[in-house]
């Protein structure tokens, strides 16, 4: 008998978690206007959320941050971090920031002006906040496979280069800044990017003479996709796959507290010096001074460890196994889910779940909702509320995919706690056809509004 996958880590320290009665979330949730965001934690059971920052730190991160250096300039935190980021991603400059948005803002302060157009593949929302908060516009080239849930792709998040090149075709140059590229693509479900990919739109950025930038905040998982699906790399180490990653990339934008397992911090790393130059004064304003950049240093200290740790295989296989597991159980219940499982996270098909509830009134939250008052367990809509209205028409924008995401925090649940999650989405399933309605927006800020809509049911 082959054997099983296995953690491979064992625990040190616990945390208590506590259930609740349906009758008590039912309460809850109401108060909360149907938001899951709104909730307190301790009104969570088992939080898949995200898995942005809720990851468990090794003892070695937590050793590495009793050495932090809190040195306002220079601290050898910051070098630590320097040569992480040199040694595993091969930029010679970088810049802290505290997470992965603030990056994008000092990146984009430099990059984006009023009327650009940024073509990449299913742009984060944060990303595409930012561009669109300068008046620009994010422009989707993902592959169409990526839209259907049930087509097998092995790399469902990549870019169409047919879609990309008719952006350089159709507009003119200066309006195109920059191509971005998010590793692992989030939005279409954590699906990776192939390198035969990267290396294709490298070429089309090369022959148009614009920069690559990599949205990075999954790049190690990306990595362990490529070992394991492309022809090729089966035999190397994630961190060689990493730097043949990155040599295709000009700069990447990081949120920390993904793949380098940190619960704050991001960066941006570059090999122009003259956007390094440029982007430091935005840094200085926005983050803080550039050798810590709105990081403590124990911070910086911990993920300069996290980058090493999560970028090792044991890691990645023992964390997208998990993902799996959570996976293959929905499948054998027979709810819709995308396919192949992404990363960091099983997205479930909202629309094939609940074809009751139409789209006018959020399936995915609907679903999410739903989830919540049996079990405890809080996912996300990735759907329509997150897709926010269009910036010029103020009209709700309906994405092709309507998703529940329940996002796998690294190191942190047991699989007894993934089983409990797939039994309490199989019991919504088993009474899908009795769910007809859903939820209507209340109260709504401009943009990003999923954080903050206030909802009821119809
Ligand atoms: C999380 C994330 C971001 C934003 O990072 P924060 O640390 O949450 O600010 C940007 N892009 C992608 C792909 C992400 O997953």
Redesign the pocket.
Known sequence: MNLPYAETYRIKMVEAIKTSSRQEREKWLKEAHYNLFNLSSDKVFIDLLTD??TGAMSDKQWAAMMLGDESYAGSSSYYNLKNAIKHILGFEYFLPTH??????NVLFSVLVKEGDMIPGNSH?D??KGHIEFRKAKAIDCTIDEAFDTTKFHDFKGSIDIQKLEKVFLENPLEKIPFIII?ITN?NAGGQPVSMQNLRDVRKIADKYGVPVVF?S??FAENAYFIKKREAGYADKTIKEIVAEMYSYADAM?M????DAIVNIG?FIAMKSREIYEKATVFNIMFEGFITYGGMAGRDMNALAQGLDEGTEYETLHSRIEQVAHLGGLLKSFGIPVQEPFGGHAIFVDAKRFLPNVPKEEFPAQTLAIELYLESGVRGVEIGAIMADRDPITRENRFPELEFVRLAIPRRTYTNNHINYVAVALKNVFDRRNEIKKGVKIVKESPILRHFTVELDKV
């Open positions: 942005s920052g997470q992965g948005r603030a990056a994008e984060f944060t990303t998010t989030n949205d905040a999954r934008t949120s920390s507290k993904k991001g």
